[in-house]
């Protein structure tokens, strides 16, 4: 079993659309999540940071953790062209930062 | 100003050439990696340094070999080049402690013909 799962997509939506990406993890160990944004030809710039279970809300963008069934997700609302992007989520284990990251899931929004 | 700078951005090379790649931050951080994104976009940490000693090494063949001449930077040399190691190699650094946040660089694309 992969240590990260994350469905790479593409996820195509019109604009204005609610977007949900998601990832599960298997390792406990994880106490620290991220999502990532990689425009084409970029570095991934983080998005968000979480270290518990619930939600954190930030402009267009929830973060949502649940801990009990290793599960997070990213939630964009009123989403715009600009957010076409791949998404990766991201754990830490503790320890040195050793940051894990899932496959990334490629979105494109059209007008 | 930019906060990671990687030099250079792409690299065209041949296989069993020696190639580096050079890597500065200015975000005072103490912390940087060297992470590789293959062709299916999957990042996978390489190495890492913290204050210039090296903490993390992931199976990473002996033909690549980093080297911190001090905290804010970090390079990454590669001999014997060979087809696999094309990819899109992404520097970052962090703040240090187990939890701060990875700031990256915009990658080199090193292809290998």
């Known amino acids: 079993q992969k240590e990260v799962e994350q469905d790479p997509g593409p996820l195509s939506v019109p604009e204005g659309a609610i977007v949900s990406l998601n990832c599960t993890y298997s390792?406990?160990?994880?106490?620290?999540f991220m999502w990532y944004r990689q425009y084409s030809r970029k570095g991934p710039e983080l998005l968000m940071y979480t270290y518990s279970s619930g939600n954190k809300e930030d402009g267009r963008f929830t973060a949502q953790v649940d801990k009990s069934s290793k599960y997070i997700s990213l939630f964009i609302r009123d989403s715009q062209p600009s957010d076409s992007a791949t998404y990766l989520c991201?754990?830490?284990?503790?320890?040195?930062?050793?940051?894990?990251f899932g496959a990334g899931t490629r979105l494109a929004v059209h007008p | 100003d930019t906060a990671v700078s990687q030099t250079p951005k792409y690299l065209v090379t041949q296989m069993g050439n020696d190639k580096s790649i050079k890597c500065e931050q200015n975000l005072g951080h103490d912390t940087m990696y060297w992470y590789k994104q293959d062709s299916k976009k999957f990042l996978k940490i390489m190495f890492s340094y913290n204050n210039k000693e090296l903490i993390i090494n992931e199976t990473v063949p002996n033909r690549f070999s980093p080297k911190s001449p001090d905290k804010a930077h970090l390079n990454l040399h590669i001999n014997s080049l060979e087809l696999g190691d094309s990819a899109v190699y992404f520097c970052?650094?962090?703040?240090?402690?187990?939890?701060?946040?990875?700031?990256f660089g915009n990658g080199t694309r090193l292809t290998v013909t």
């Open positions: 390792n406990s160990a994880f106490q620290y």
């Open positions: 991201a754990f830490f284990s503790g320890g040195y930062n050793k940051l894990i």
């Open positions: 970052a650094s962090s703040q240090g402690g187990s939890e701060s946040p990875l700031h």
